[in-house]
């Protein structure tokens, strides 16, 4: 053979499909993951068999928080190899190097206020108009990338910001008469939901979310310090926060009757699910693009639309499917690769 030497080529092809493997497995973990999460926790508000009290919501999120956090431990040992080594890095990274935790105040306390503000929105809206709606994120998570860490946008992304914003007008304004609604706002008001609540609850968390994102994501660019040990940081006070907010808020509920009222299987697989859907999509979203992302917030959307038609009696007007089409359309375009132009050849 020929100049050098070469990969035999049935190890190029095995190596082409397993990453071709991993991309689509990412992908089908997100959109399980997306949709799930609006789902369950949806589900888990408002279905209650007769006589069960609803759970307190800040129980989930304080519980979450521990599992995440007893989780990220684990896997910190095994990046660790060594008995010996993790406790060496548990020693440096989280009891001498403490200030690195104080850095980590700002985010995890968002981090709680928006955990706390999803159960608010999903309580009061539904799980497809909420979808759509918590896609805002990535209009906050933009502004904020452009005021904290110094990003430029491009002209493409402006504009899908902008049909974003369109989108999501849409399908929050109320249906004309005469049209099946999204949501019957009397109805909603009768059964203890509030869809402005809802949304307000939504904007909350997603000015949190952008903002604790980008202020994450400027930390960890500082150094090469582990995901695992930057989560752990990350954890501690958010853990602090969530007991803090929970006694605040339902201290006298929980003390008379206990911090599981209302809990049954399903609410066990939401403290789950919240504890581990951050994590698993940070482990597998550099397995995809952006283009993959967006795909599977589509599907997400797309899927929970479905699904709280046959659930929740969800019927969507003409004119929340053209928002959320405008939605997914900006959330693709946004997520589009930038083209660059091509270099002039030297002489």
């Known amino acids: 053979m020929k100049g050098g030497l070469e990969l035999p080529l049935p190890n190029v092809a095995k190596a082409k499909n397993d990453e071709t493997f991993r991309k689509y497995l990412s992908l ?17 508000r408002i279905v209650q068999q007769p006589g069960q009290p609803l759970y307190i919501a800040s129980t989930v999120v304080f519980f979450a928080e521990i599992m995440k956090f007893l989780v990220c431990l684990y896997f910190l ?16 990274e989280l009891i001498e190097n403490f200030s690195d935790i ?55 992304k402006w504009v899908s910001l902008v049909l974003l914003m369109v989108g999501v007008i849409l399908v929050q304004l109320p249906a004309s008469k ?59 006070p958010g853990t602090l926060f969530s007991l803090i907010a929970m006694m605040f808020n339902d201290g006298q509920a929980i003390a008379s009757q206990g911090f599981f009222q209302g809990y049954d299987l399903l609410t066990w697989v939401v403290v789950v699910n919240q504890a581990l859907g951050g994590l698993l999509v940070a482990v597998v979203v550099k397995y995809a693009d952006n283009i993959l992302k967006g795909f599977a917030t589509s599907l997400s959307i797309i899927i929970s639309s479905v699904i709280s038609f046959y659930l929740f009696n969800f019927h969507p007007s003409p004119q929340f499917a053209l928002g959320a089409l405008i939605v997914i359309t900006s959330t693709f375009m946004y997520g589009r690769p930038e083209r660059t132009p091509p270099t002039s050849p030297t002489l």
Request: proline residues 1%; hydrophobic residues 45%.
């Open 178 to 236: 005469g049209v099946t609604s999204t949501t019957d706002e009397e109805t909603s008001l009768v059964n203890g939901q509030n869809p402005f609540i809802g949304l307000i609850a939504v904007i909350a968390a997603c000015l949190s979310s952008g903002f604790a994102g980008c202020y994450f994501e400027k930390m960890l660019k500082r150094n090469s310090t582990s995901m695992w040990v930057r989560n752990i940081q990350l954890g501690i």
């Open 77 to 92: 040992y095994k990046e660790s190899g060594k008995w010996s080594i993790f406790v060496s890095t548990v020693n440096e």
């Open 28 to 44: 089908c973990t997100l959109v399980v993951q997306n949709s799930a999460l609006v789902l369950l926790l949806r589900y888990s």
């Open 102 to 156: 104080n850095k980590m105040v700002i985010p995890s306390g968002l981090y709680a206020i928006q955990n706390n503000l999803l159960f608010v929105a999903l309580s009061n809206l539904e799980a497809a108009t909420f979808q759509i709606t918590y896609q805002m994120k990535i209009l906050s998570t933009a502004l904020f990338s452009v005021i904290l860490l110094g990003k430029r946008l491009s002209r493409n």
